[in-house]
């Protein structure tokens, strides 16, 4: 087939990441995709950029799509929300343009508020269109919408209109049925990791360790945003105070962010500089040998409907986590098999678990083993493409029926 993978996003970070996924696991099952990103957010070259993330590069002129983009940063909501719904007209032309020149069979779409465009053109030309939905209107979301009842409105027709629905967790899908009773044929379709990107590196991990000062230590690792919601603020509040009662184990917390300096300060008044390693953000080439350096991981906070990607690329490392027990984290770990969970918004059985847990250098390998054996044999990208393409074989085959 030949597949248009359309976005609204900015293609970085985690969304980056599972576009790429996405993208190679539909190119593994023999198709061909092509990715329609605005311009100067394309999720396709930031992967090759990332080597060169500190070479200093001459300025370049910034296209009209990436002024608009910094521009709605600093504007109220209202606005911004006026912007999402102008961009149908925009997508809509970018659309029909893409879809003949490149003969496209399918249109694969990253959900995004106030988009519907997309699904009312597809519809008129008897096209499939598949949505993957990462947001919604139902959800906590980090900016308030000012225009919630006509995103409501937009959404419910979105989700009834479109072919299929990949979501990222049960919970997803149950809000958006809860709020919207019928809607288009479904899946869910958790996060997953690349295995070529994530492979286990002893002998760098071991060095790292070496440089570090660990050799000996267990560690106990982060890699991810310094921010509120991922509660990786709060966990070294409380760590900190049971740290020197177990001088074996080292934390080692890998990126900034807004709660960066705090955590920082925190440690130094703790006293306890020797058994936290900040190293800051690294290079993306690195990572791997970070992870590979660590025993296990630790993911403090979520929400009850999203998809960690951190908790898939640590599995693939060949390293459990301890996370809260949200119902789409329960749904793809195996406690005390392929990962360690807690009741989810408890603080102190968080700490405790880590403590619990932390000398237990039989079940850090075993769960690890586990864990990389779960990616490699059902959360890989692949499989996620095998399951969106799925949606399609169904409305054909309910087509046939009805015809026939």
Not at 37 to 66: I, M
Not at 123 to 136: A, G, M, T, W, Y
Not at 333 to 340: K, L
């Amino acid at each position: 087939m030949n597949i248009l993978f359309h976005h609204r996003t900015r293609g970085r970070g985690a969304e980056g990441v599972h576009i790429r996924g996405v993208v190679k696991g539909l190119k593994q099952l023999n198709n061909h995709v092509y990715i329609l990103s605005l311009p100067g957010a394309e999720p396709e070259t930031e992967e090759a950029n990332a080597t060169f993330e500190k070479v200093v590069q001459a300025p370049t002129k910034k296209s009209s799509f990436s002024i608009l983009s910094d521009l709605t940063k600093h504007v109220p909501e209202f606005v911004f929300e006026i912007f999402e719904l102008a961009f149908n007209l925009i997508a809509l032309i970018r659309l029909r343009k893409a879809v003949k020149e490149k003969n496209i069979t399918l249109i694969y779409e990253r959900y995004s508020l106030f988009m519907f465009s997309s699904v009312w053109w597809a519809k008129r030309q008897n096209l499939p269109i598949v949505l993957e939905i990462n947001d919604s209107c139902q959800v906590q979301r980090v900016r308030a919408l000012s225009f919630k009842k006509l995103a409501a409105k937009i959404e419910a027709w979105t989700f009834k209109n479109a072919t299929g629905l990949v979501f990222i967790s049960t919970r997803f899908k149950q809000v958006a049925e809860q709020a919207y009773g019928e809607i288009a044929n479904s899946v869910v379709s958790p996060n997953a990791a690349d295995l070529d990107k994530f492979v286990i590196d002893e002998s760098s991990g071991c060095a790292l360790r070496s440089k570090l000062g660990i050799e000996n230590k267990i560690v106990l690792g982060y890699v991810g945003a310094f921010v509120h919601w991922h509660g990786i603020d709060w966990f070294v509040d409380l760590v900190c105070h049971r740290l020197k009662q177990t001088p074996e184990l080292v934390l080692l917390l890998v990126g900034d962010g807004v709660a960066f300096e705090g955590i920082k300060n925190k440690v130094i008044e703790a006293g306890v500089e020797s058994q936290v390693i900040l190293p800051g953000k690294v290079p993306h080439q690195q990572v791997s040998s970070y992870l590979s350096a660590m025993d296990l991981g630790i993911l403090p906070d979520s929400n009850d409907y999203g998809s960690p990607m951190k908790l898939f690329e640590f599995m693939a490392m060949g390293k459990g986590m301890i996370a809260p027990d949200f119902s789409p984290i329960a749904e793809v770990v195996r406690d005390n098999v392929t990962s360690w969970l807690f009741p989810a918004g408890d603080k102190q059985a968080c700490i405790d678990k880590v403590f619990n847990i932390v000398n237990d250098r039989k079940a850090h390998k075993a769960v690890g083993s586990n864990a990389r054996a779960y990616i490699e044999s059902e959360r890989q990208w692949q499989h996620n493409a095998a399951q969106l393409l799925s949606l399609v074989s169904l409305d054909i085959s309910r087509d046939v029926n009805l015809n026939g």
